[in-house]
């Protein structure tokens, strides 16, 4: 069975990093935990805005760091020397050369944040986030993945279509993942009129919409009314732990047949040449 194969893999693969197993009780928690989430946002979003951004910003460079050592490393092997810093223990040239690169980084996006540009550098962040995620928190069943994914489209349909009809008209996955909120209801019927009335984005209106950071923002570049395709960070990383599951369970059938190697926790990156996927049927399978 794929479970069964898939931690008979974690058996065999070293542990460099710590790895959570999630469990039933955390997908029941991620619906209930999601939800009050979204609520408290709804009614609070402009107290906890500026918070939420902070965290994204401390999180996304634990990312950074995490997703782009290993890739420095492979460009100059060089940077494996280990320096010892006080009270916190031997750290690498190249994890300090990101540690720095990503401050950098992250300050310039919370500085600049509502320029035309800055979708490209949350992007980048909200990548690094998702990858860091992946790389930290797997699913040990297929019964699981299916338990936990169809919660999941129950909870997305509830706050996107139904929630209006309870929340005085506004979908509150829509609200908090704009920004807007409750209390913002008339900027955005402005701004919607504003939309209808002149063709454009919503951004003309009340200014640039201080979108949730929590999202993959990409600009609509070809399309006369303008504005941003948004894609929640939510919506990557569920789908990914069924991936990266089905990618597990190819490499655990092909351990026991002693065809490949997989792996190590500590690796992000995994070069998959067009004859490595023929030998990942349940990968490929669950792509597609």
């Keep these: 069975a794929p479970g069964q194969s898939a931690a008979r893999a974690a058996e065999v693969e070293p542990q460099e990093d710590p790895v959570q197993n999630l469990k039933a009780i955390h997908a029941f928690a991620f619906i209930g935990c999601g939800s009050l989430t979204l609520v408290i946002l709804f009614f609070f979003m402009k107290y906890l805005l500026v918070v939420i951004i902070i965290f994204f910003c401390l999180g996304s460079v634990n990312g950074m760091v995490h997703v782009f050592t290993p890739l420095l490393l492979m460009i100059v092997p060089?940077?494996?020397?280990?320096?010892?810093?006080?009270?916190?223990?031997?750290v690498t040239v190249a994890s300090l050369i990101v540690l720095a690169s990503a401050i950098v980084v992250a300050v310039i996006w919370f500085v600049f944040r509502k320029g035309d540009w800055a979708w490209f550098l949350q992007d980048i962040m909200s990548v690094c986030i998702c990858i860091f995620f992946l790389c930290t928190i797997r699913l040990p069943s297929l019964?699981?993945?299916?338990?936990?994914?169809?919660?999941?489209?129950?909870?997305?349909?509830?706050?996107?279509?139904?929630s209006p009809l309870i929340f005085g008209?506004?979908?509150?996955?829509?609200?908090?993942?704009t920004g807007e909120g409750q209390h913002d209801a008339a900027?955005?019927?402005?701004?919607?009129?504003?939309a209808a009335t002149c063709g454009g984005s919503t951004a003309g209106a009340g200014g640039s919409m201080?979108?949730?950071?929590?999202?993959?923002i990409i600009p609509r570049v070809l399309d006369w009314a303008?504005?941003?395709?948004?894609?929640?960070?939510?919506?990557?990383?569920?789908p990914s732990l069924l991936l990266s599951m089905a990618?597990?369970?190819?490499y655990a059938k092909l351990q026991i047949a002693g065809g490949a190697t997989a792996p190590s926790e500590g690796r992000c990156f995994h070069v998959l040449s067009v004859a490595r996927l023929r030998t990942l049927p349940y990968f490929m399978c669950t792509a597609i």
């Design 78 to 90: 060089g940077l494996s020397k280990t320096l010892r810093i006080r009270w916190y223990g031997e």
């Design 143 to 162: 019964k699981l993945s299916a338990l936990l994914l169809s919660m999941a489209l129950v909870y997305d349909v509830f706050w996107v279509y139904i």
């Design 169 to 177: 008209g506004q979908s509150v996955m829509v609200a908090v993942a």
């Design 187 to 194: 900027t955005a019927a402005a701004n919607a009129a504003y």
């Design 210 to 216: 201080s979108l949730l950071p929590m999202l993959i």
């Design 226 to 238: 303008g504005g941003p395709s948004l894609l929640g960070l939510g919506d990557i990383v569920l």
């Design 247 to 250: 990618l597990r369970f190819d």
